[in-house]
């Protein structure tokens, strides 16, 4: 017969390796198949690099198997946010990304649906903006631009995001700043990062503002000349902020996920539980300092109380400077 401690230990052994193996293939099991990842705008700009950083970093860790993505641009979101509203209505599979621009642009376009139709899930990043001119420009610092500005608003053409946006925004607070009315500004309005970034770099504009990772390709590589950028402290050790160089302007813009509307309890939770364990991740930690975003991760009823603060503050600032 079997040595009984010979065959208890085997058993034992036998055991451990199939709960190893069992919890492996736990962990290779995906949260989710798949994510249908909804972007209100063109492909290159803040929203988009949101998304496809997302997916880059949930695929890796195995948290979602398949993504899709829908890019619908324009008017800072408002005309793809009712086609996410309509057609994805009640799905526990879907995500959109959005953020502050959405508020703004709701608000000045005065759309019937706003972000206040979506499911709230978690605001991810905040990210301070950052004011260019092409490389070719006789603008040579941010002096140079508010001489400009001061001197004939209107003939300094400022490219941004859409119409109410963080963008137009900070140019419109700028402007206040040097004595002239917001509407006086020349404010050239793109669905998305990569259209401003061609009519900068094209020269067709005088200068551009927007989120500092979506033209610190541009800005490293010399095509772009960074004047300022629009957070409290400096973002870039080498670019000074609005405020330090004299104009009394803080602007940033912070940006989230969103589910449809009409999902279970049930579902919205389990979308929460996916962007806590991707929060958590290292490698997310590395996107936020590799993006120059600021980790800004908010979830549940803190997330939705910050929605409706945000809104009145956008509120009361574009009423002030005459957006709305």
């Known amino acids: ?40 705008a063109g492909p290159g700009g803040g929203w988009d ?55 703004g642009a709701t608000l000045t376009n005065r759309t019937p649906v706003g972000i206040k139709d979506v499911t709230p899930i978690a605001r991810l990043t905040e990210e301070a903006g950052v004011v260019v001119v092409p490389a070719s420009s006789d603008i040579r610092d941010l002096k140079g631009l508010l001489d400009a500005l001061r001197a004939n608003p209107g003939a300094v ?8 946006g963080t963008d137009h925004i900070t140019l419109g607070l700028i402007l206040k700043s040097l004595g002239r009315s917001a509407k006086e500004g020349s404010y050239v309005a793109f669905a998305g990062g990569g259209p401003a970034q061609a009519a900068i770099l094209g020269a067709q504009v005088k200068a551009g503002i927007s989120g500092l990772s979506e033209f610190a390709e541009q800005i490293k590589a010399g095509r772009m000349r960074a004047l300022a950028t629009t957070g409290e402290t400096r973002t870039d050790p080498a670019i000074p902020t609005l405020k330090e160089s004299g104009v009394d302007v ?9 589910a449809p509307p009409g999902i279970r309890p049930d579902a919205r939770e389990k979308l929460v539980a996916l962007m806590i364990e991707l929060h958590a991740l290292p490698a997310w930690q590395e996107m936020l300092k590799t993006r120059d975003w600021q ?11 910050f929605l409706a603060q945000d809104q009145v503050k956008t509120e009361a600032v574009l009423k002030e400077i005459g957006l709305a």
């Open 1 to 40: 017969m079997p040595d009984r401690r010979a065959l208890l230990t085997g058993t034992a052994g036998l055991l451990a390796a199939g709960l190893t193996q069992a919890r492996a293939q736990t962990a290779a099991q995906p949260r989710l198949g798949s994510l249908y990842m909804f972007i209100p």
């Open 49 to 103: 690099g949101l998304g496809r950083a997302i997916e880059q970093v949930a695929r890796q860790a195995g948290l979602v198997a398949n993504f899709q993505f829908e890019n619908v641009g324009g008017a800072g979101g408002t005309v793809g946010l009712p086609r996410f509203v309509s057609q994805r209505r009640g799905r526990p599979d879907a995500l959109m990304v959005a953020g502050s621009i959405m508020v």
């Open 157 to 164: 053409a400022v490219a941004g995001g859409s119409a109410g």
């Open 250 to 258: 803080v602007m940033t813009n912070w940006r989230g996920v969103f």
């Open 295 to 305: 980790d800004a991760f908010l979830t549940g009823d803190a997330f939705t109380a």
